[in-house]
């Protein structure tokens, strides 16, 4: 299930996303809204879910959440994008990477 969240997560929600692939959640995050959409077979399903919601193309990154080990991988066709200088399938700038990652935490990781 694709869901968009403006606020943390809560344990429903969580399982809600994983029905799709069980043990991680693929998920776009809007890195100037601090939305992220989650649930998607693809990162492109959430990625048309953020646009929907009002996030613009240049706003949206890939990533995906596992809940198991609390990390964060940065790959996903979506982040391929030469014209933002990232040509790679991984999120390259390392300060991207860590405001994707803070939205993320801030609203997927459970105490």
């Not at 606020?7 to 939305?35: C, F, H, N």
């Not at 080990?69 to 300060?95: A, K, M, W, Y």
Request: charged share 25%; aromatic share 4%.
């Amino acid at each position: 299930m694709n869901r968009i969240l403006h606020a943390p997560a809560s344990p429903e929600q969580i399982e809600e996303m994983l029905q799709s692939l069980s043990t991680y959640i693929k998920l776009a995050v809007d890195v100037e809204r601090g939305v992220l959409a989650g649930g998607g077979v693809m990162h492109a399903d959430c990625e048309s879910a953020q646009l929907e919601d009002g996030s613009t193309q240049d706003d949206i990154w890939g990533a995906d959440w596992n809940p198991a080990s609390q990390q964060v991988p940065f790959e996903s066709l979506i982040n391929i994008r030469p014209r933002q200088n990232n040509p790679s399938l991984e999120i390259l700038d390392p300060g991207l990477r860590q405001r994707v990652s803070q939205v993320v935490r801030d609203v997927l990781e459970q105490p």
